[in-house]
């Protein structure tokens, strides 16, 4: 196993929410099975892809990544919210595919949960040394298995602070494995 590359998806959930509650527009989906197709535009505009920076990463902050790593290197993908999930949160769900040149480029994505260690200050003694807090997340994982470009969809689910399904959308990024 090569080293891990961390990828971060940041997402605007409230512009899109926003957008599809706009006169004129469809309504979002809630079905996990038939997530919202988000138009070019929009998925540009509210998703934002990053990775720690290394020699030959490009489009860092888009919804499209070129990502600089070899054969056997593990790609995790997690993703947050702009507000990092304090108010409606938002859950990668399905990874697709679409065309890999040449095939083989990257393993199917799996789903590992990630024990993390997060610390805040403490409200009470925000002088005092932060205060450790043990989570347990999501993140996808795959292996880059040679060099090339993957098309690809991922979907994702909007959920509420009541963990209310509000929204279910998929975009199509690309990644280049170089």
């Avoid at 990502?67 to 949160?89: C, E, F, H, Q, Y």
């Avoid at 993957?150 to 689910?157: A, E, G, I, K």
Wanted: with cysteine.
């Amino acid at each position: 196993m090569g080293i891990i590359v961390d990828v971060l998806t940041v997402v605007d959930v409230d512009t899109i929410i926003q957008y599809y509650n706009e006169k004129g527009h469809p309504d979002i989906s809630t079905n996990r099975n038939q997530p919202t197709k988000l138009g070019y535009e929009l998925a540009q505009n509210t998703i934002h892809m990053i990775a720690k920076f290394s020699s030959g990463l490009q489009h860092q902050g888009t919804g499209n990544l070129y990502l600089p790593v070899d054969a056997g290197d593990v790609i995790r993908w997690r993703a947050t919210d702009i507000s990092k999930n304090l108010g409606n949160a938002v859950i990668l769900d399905r990874f697709k595919i679409l065309t890999s040149n040449p095939k083989g480029i990257i393993s199917q994505p799996n789903l590992h949960p990630v024990h993390d260690n997060v610390s805040s200050l403490n409200p009470s003694n925000p002088d005092g040394p932060p205060i450790p807090q043990m989570i347990t997340t999501n993140a996808w994982e795959a292996t880059a298995e040679a060099r090339g470009t993957v098309m690809y969809t991922w979907s994702f689910v909007i959920v509420d602070r009541h963990n209310k399904v509000i929204g279910c959308c998929e975009w199509d990024p690309t990644i280049n494995i170089d």
